[in-house]
């Protein structure tokens, strides 16, 4: 398992912003986990290689995820945060590999994770 480095995080009211940092690029792959607790990781958002995001249904419209590989780095800007927001935010890369009948990412390489935590 390759450790990625990120930071960022911290305390904040809800409604208040918050943006996440990790050092990741060149994988195909990239992503936000998160963690809250209670309950199972989830995944928050993902980013292809051609810049294509898909989110959680539960931040869409309040979450962006970007990558800029010039600068190797794998972004989470989070607007609107909720109580529920609060968790463990792990950032993730890897590859594409064969599953079954189909491709799909692998993530191989894990962010420390850093504490995000919104106040009601």
């Known amino acids: 398992q390759v450790q990625l480095v990120q930071s960022g995080g911290g305390s904040v009211q809800a409604g208040g912003s918050l943006r996440l940092y990790c050092a990741a690029s060149?994988?195909?792959?990239m992503a936000w986990f998160r963690r809250a607790p209670g309950k199972e990781r989830e995944g928050v958002a993902t980013?292809?290689?051609?810049?294509?995001?898909t989110y959680a249904d539960s931040v869409k419209g309040r979450f962006t995820i970007s990558k800029d590989n010039t600068k190797n780095s794998l972004d989470l800007q989070m607007n609107s945060l909720k109580p529920e927001d609060s968790a463990i935010y792990y950032c993730?890369?890897?590859?594409?590999?064969?599953?079954?009948?189909?491709?799909?990412?692998?993530?191989?390489?894990w962010g420390q994770g850093t504490q995000v935590t919104v106040s009601s």
């Open positions: 980013i292809g290689s051609d810049g294509t995001a």
């Open positions: 993730a890369a890897g590859g594409r590999e064969r599953i079954a009948s189909t491709y799909k990412c692998a993530y191989r390489a």
């Open positions: 060149g994988y195909s792959c």
